[in-house]
Nanobody
Framework: QVQLVESGGGLVQAGGSLRLSCAAS????????MGWFRQAPGKERQFVAA????????YYADSVKGRFTIYRDNAKNTVLLQMNSLKPEDTAVYYC???????????????WGQGTQVTVSS
């Protein structure tokens, strides 16, 4: 069982940066692949980025590649998402999620946080 709590969301102007954090409870955090997803009003939840258990493999949606970086600190049970050059279309609720192996599909993930709002003004 893994419990996830996101933080770090907020309001930022276009071109700005935010860093989201996801704190996990549970002794087996280092065994899980971690993903970040986002959901805008009226839209489906979409993949943003993911990282494998060791941190040696990272994966990004094309829309955020080159602007977002995902990394993890297994000693602190934390996964982070550094978001730079933010655009208004990045506005959404951002969720972190965990599962055994990497996947881009939100349906494959077993554990979810409550989400944190990111709003980018133009």
């Amino acid at each position: 069982q893994v419990q996830l709590v996101e933080s770090g969301g907020g309001l930022v102007q276009a071109g700005g940066s935010l860093r989201l954090s996801c704190a996990a409870s549970g002794r087996l955090f280092s065994r899980y692949a971690m993903g970040w997803f986002r959901q805008a009003p009226g839209k489906e939840r979409q993949f943003v980025a993911a990282i494998n258990w060791s941190g040696g493999g990272t994966y990004y949606a094309d829309s955020v590649k080159g602007r977002f970086t995902i990394y993890r600190d297994n000693a602190k049970n934390t996964v982070l998402l550094q978001m730079n050059s933010l655009k208004p279309e990045d506005t959404a609720v951002y969720y972190c999620a965990a599962r055994d192996f990497f996947s881009r599909s939100p349906d494959d993930y077993d554990y979810w946080g409550q989400g944190t709002q990111v709003t980018v003004s133009s």
